[in-house]
């Protein structure tokens, strides 16, 4: 499964165990889940309903040899998206995952005066056009989508580069302050903000 979705050109993480598998979906904070639930050292189940607690938007994909009604009903108690059983057409899950992954995007969004449209790829301050570079726009994508929640310097580095830099690097903080010239400095309210120790949250 992993090489056939590197090949379609995502990004998989993989873990070998449900506290694994729970540590690193806290870490990435992937698009979406594929959760089997046959692992070791933390059941599926668990596993899928820890993650909903953590984070309700997420998508997940339970895989399993189990085909029972009962079975795919209790799936979906637990807060499961989607449910596949095995074996599977591997098109089927590829399908599924852009469905899902396709539900999830917004084209526009608000914060404050604050606007960013990924379908135009633009984004607008007070109703004034803002010019960013390809960085800029993904790293000002990711805190909006997360609005509220602080993001450390690691999570930024893994979904912005999808790479993680020395750990002295200060590309973050050289592009936080980027985007604050262009998004707060003209504007009486400022709308990014540095979490001391932790990271940067965006807020209304």
């Known amino acids: 499964v992993r090489d056939f979705l590197v090949e379609h050109n995502y990004l998989v993480d993989?873990?070998?165990?449900?506290?694994?598998?729970?540590?690193?979906?806290?870490?990435?904070?992937?698009?979406?889940?594929?959760?089997?639930?046959?692992?070791?050292?933390?059941?599926?189940?668990s596993v899928c309903?820890?993650?909903?607690?953590?984070?309700?938007?997420?998508?997940?994909?339970?895989?399993?040899?189990?085909?029972?009604t009962d079975d795919i009903l209790s799936g979906f108690q637990l807060g499961a998206d989607d449910y596949i059983s095995k074996p599977f057409e591997i098109e089927e899950l590829l399908a599924r995952i852009r469905a899902k992954l396709k539900n999830t995007e917004q084209e526009a969004l608000?914060?404050?005066?604050?606007?960013?449209d990924t379908k135009s790829v633009t984004?607008?301050?007070?109703?004034?056009?803002?010019?960013?570079?390809?960085?800029e726009f993904k790293l000002l994508h990711y805190l909006m989508i997360n609005r509220g929640k602080v993001l450390s310097r690691e999570m930024i580095l893994n979904r912005v580069?999808?790479?993680?830099?020395?750990?002295?690097?200060?590309?973050?903080?050289?592009?936080?302050?980027?985007?604050?010239?262009?998004?707060?400095?003209?504007?009486?309210?400022?709308?990014?903000?540095?979490?001391?120790?932790?990271?940067?949250?965006?807020?209304?």
């Open 14 to 45: 993989m873990a070998g165990d449900g506290v694994e598998a729970i540590e690193t979906v806290k870490k990435q904070e992937p698009d979406l889940v594929i959760l089997d639930l046959s692992l070791p050292k933390m059941t599926g189940e």
């Open 110 to 116: 608000k914060i404050e005066d604050l606007m960013l």
């Open 123 to 135: 984004v607008t301050r007070a109703d004034e056009k803002v010019f960013l570079s390809p960085h």
């Open 161 to 204: 580069w999808q790479y993680s830099f020395d750990v002295d690097s200060r590309v973050v903080d050289v592009y936080i302050g980027y985007l604050r010239k262009k998004i707060d400095a003209k504007h009486e309210k400022k709308l990014i903000e540095s979490v001391r120790g932790f990271g940067y949250v965006i807020k209304e």
């Open 49 to 68: 309903r820890e993650i909903k607690r953590l984070y309700p938007q997420m998508p997940v994909i339970i895989l399993t040899a189990k085909n029972r």
